[in-house]
Structure formats: C-alpha cells, structure tokens
T-cell receptor, first 110, second 115 residues
Framework: QKEVEQNSGPLSVPEGAIASLNCTYS??????FFWYRQYSGKSPELIMF????GDKEDGRFTAQLNKASQYVSLLIRDSQPSDSATYLC??????????FGTGTSLTVIP | DGGITQSPKYLFRKEGQNVTLSCEQN?????MYWYRQDPGQGLRLIYY???????QKGDIAEGYSVSREKKESFPLTVTSAQKNPTAFYLC??????????????FGPGTRLLVL
C-alpha cells in the first residue's frame, strides 16, 4: 500500500506569518505531487503541483520537493484568515493513480 | 463553463435501499474517479475508469457499483450491501495522459446520510 503521511494538526499561525505544511510518501517511484485546499464542507481545490526537485513558487505559495528524502512541503507566506482550511497532500504514481494524505488543518489567527 | 457537476448535493438513504450518485464532466477528460471521505480521514478510492466501458475497483469497492457508458458520465450506486454509507462522496476527473503535470479536478461532492 502506497502511503502519504501528514501531521493532522491543527496548525495555528498568526496572520501575516509563514505557515509550513509537510508531507512524506512511501513510494519512491512517485511521479508528481499536489497540494489541495479543502474548506469545511467543500470539495478539494488544487493549489499547486510539483514534480521536479527543488522549489516552485506561485504567489504566496511555495512547494518544495526532495525526492531523496521522499518529502514535500507547502509554505504559505503572509498567511491570511481566508487560508484557514485543511490542506491535502496527494501523490501520483506512474499509473496515474493518486494517493491522498489525511490532511493538515490550518487556522490563521487574525 | 467547463467543470464537473455532482448531484444531488445531499442524499438520504433508507435501510436496504440502493441510491445512485450522479457525476458529469464536460472537460473532455478520459479518466474519472470516485472517492469517499469520512470525517478526519483522507480520500479513499472506490472505483476509477480510464476509458469508456471499462472501470476498476479501488481500495473500498465493496458495496458500490459503477458504470461508464459515456465519456462524460460516471454514476456511482451505493447498494444495500454497503452497511456504513454515511460519508462525503467526491467525483474527480483527469486526462488519461500519464504525464507528471496531469492532475485531478474535483466536483462539489454529494453528502450521503442514512435515515
């Protein structure tokens, strides 16, 4: 079974701070990595994806990938109360199958 | 507007009843998926289909059935054999291309409750 592990949280950060979300995965053959945001009672929405080692930035979000350590993270700069949600890490294998972590709950305190 | 629609938003099932959840997409995606989400848990794969008239079981297929007669549609039936069906059901789709960049997009979900 391919596993994706996340700290469930809750993670609380003050408004304007950097929130750091982490994810580890078990399958070394994993192809690409995704971060979804899920508001309470809503479906997941894609924030960003990464498939090469290193950093990828998109606005206030930065995804970091280290395939050797089987580790992927999401940094949210200048956190806003509207960022309060559950963040799901997803890993895609070469067979186009996605595996999801249980999510990290983030609360941004005004 | 392109997207994925699911209906109904809420569904109530009586004991012993089969119910069907609808999922339609106009993104021209080949692959479609059904997930179940329980409180505090991640998404668990029920069934997926990479092409019309073909589908495969996921990790928790028991008590569920699907069909894929059209590219745009992938309905899920929750049968009476599923003893604990209360959950949030999510339909997703993606292009079939096995490239690193290809991602899944989700519909708005159906919340199933047992009366």
């Amino acid at each position: 079974q391919k596993e994706v592990e996340q700290n469930s949280g809750p993670l609380s950060v003050p408004e304007g701070a950097i929130a750091s979300l982490n994810c580890t995965y078990s399958d070394r053959g994993s192809q690409s990595f995704f971060w979804y945001r899920q508001y309470s009672g809503k479906s997941p929405e894609l924030i960003m994806f990464i498939y090469s080692n290193g950093d990828k930035e998109d606005g206030r979000f930065t995804a970091q990938l280290n395939k050797a350590s089987q580790y992927v993270s999401l940094l949210i700069r200048d956190s806003q109360p509207s960022d309060s949600a559950t963040y799901l890490c997803a890993v895609k294998d070469t067979g186009n199958q996605f595996y999801f972590g249980t999510g990290t709950s983030l609360t941004v305190i005004p | 507007d392109g997207g994925i629609t699911q209906s109904p938003k809420y569904l109530f099932r009586k004991e012993g009843q089969n119910v069907t959840l609808s999922c339609e997409q106009n993104l021209n995606h080949d692959a479609m998926y059904w997930y179940r989400q329980d409180p505090g848990q991640g998404l668990r794969l029920i069934y997926y289909s990479q092409i019309v008239n073909d589908f495969q079981k996921g990790d928790i297929a028991e008590g569920y059935s699907v069909s894929r007669e059209k590219k745009e549609s992938f309905p899920l039936t929750v049968t009476s054999a599923q003893k604990n069906p209360t959950a949030f059901y999510l339909c997703a789709s993606s292009k079939r291309l096995r490239t690193a960049q290809e991602t899944q997009y989700f519909g708005p979900g159906t919340r199933l409750l047992v009366l």
